[in-house]
């Protein structure tokens, strides 16, 4: 069982938006602002999207963000593409070891 | 760019030793702002960090505490790589092992860089 929550799945049509939620505790999300947010496709390494709760890497379109309020974490995908449908995992730093903590995924479906 | 390529077997009999390098191109190990992982992935477990080496003035190691007993990650400045030996494996060590690099400019334990990663078969 992931230390963090998150939904099995989420799906939406091309265009819309979806919301990806993951909860931890005051020991992590709650916590601090380090939760990052990943894409994985079939076969490939993980990709991250998200760090320190909000922050967008060089590269990663404008169409993802992330937010928090308490515990819970969001990954938010706006003006969903075909290209957009992977797996999505949350993390967070931890006050115990490990030192970062994983959601166990999301997959998501572009209908 | 910055690039990880991994290495090492696809194989390891129970109770022996996994070993794995990430050679690193664009980056240095001893960079003083970054930091190199080991993460693995299993349909059972997850995604599970593993444990990291980093160049802070000196060498410093964190492991997660359910494999520190078992594990080493050790730099190679004179091959600009990292390792990981998890020993006496057992069948559930059976993962994706992937080596991945969290630097100071994407926040602390963010993975910005990852390697291909290596399907390692824990059986006999």
Redesign the interface.
Known sequence: QSALTQPASVSGSPGQSITISCTGTSSDVGGYNYVSWYQQHPGKAPKLMIYDVSNRPSGVSNRFSGSKSGNTASLTISGLQAEDEADYYCSSYTSSSPLVVFGGGTKLTVL | QVQLQQSGPGLVKPSQTLSLTCAISGDSVSSSSAAWNWIRQSPSR?????G?TYYRSKWYN?????V?SRTTINPDTSKNQFSLQLNSVIPEDTAVY?CARDSLL???????I????TMVTVSS
């Open positions: 997850g995604l599970e960090w593993l990291r964190d492991y997660a505490v359910f520190k992937y994407t926040g602390d334990l963010a993975f910005d990852w390697g291909q990663g």
